[in-house]
Nanobody, 113 residues
Framework: VQLVESGGGLVQPGGSLRLSCAASGFTFSSSVMRWYRQAPGKEREWVAQITSTGSNTYYKDSVKGRFTISRDNSKNTLYLQMNTLKPEDTAVYYC???????WGQGTQVTVSS
């Protein structure tokens, strides 16, 4: 199982980023997928979840209306569209395959002026 995140970077408050998570080594369409994040000095926290078919999505309250999780099972890729970013969104973002309890290496998102 391999998960590789990309798309992080430095963005100003109010800006947008789109994270991607490329999956390989397993049947991507069989697994619920999640995004987590970990800010400096804090515990890793759940951000969003999407069912295996993409029919249902769930969000942490603080990102509802700003973040959108999606997936393309034909491309074995998970996405997180992040809009109206805030400094408190600064963290390393990780994708997670629930069925296989597997993590990616993370991608840094920094929101700062």
């Amino acid at each position: 199982v391999q998960l590789v995140e990309s798309g992080g970077g430095l963005v100003q408050p109010g800006g947008s980023l789109r994270l991607s998570c490329a999956a390989s080594g397993f049947t991507f369409s069989s697994s619920v997928m999640r995004w987590y994040r970990q800010a400096p000095g804090k515990e890793r926290e759940w951000v969003a979840q999407i069912t295996s078919t993409g029919s249902n999505t769930y969000y942490k309250d603080s990102v509802k209306g700003r973040f959108t999780i999606s997936r393309d099972n034909s491309k074995n890729t998970l996405y997180l569209q992040m809009n109206t970013l805030k400094p408190e969104d600064t963290a390393v973002y990780y994708c997670y395959a629930l069925r296989f309890s597997s993590w990616g290496q993370g991608t840094q998102v920094t929101v700062s002026s």
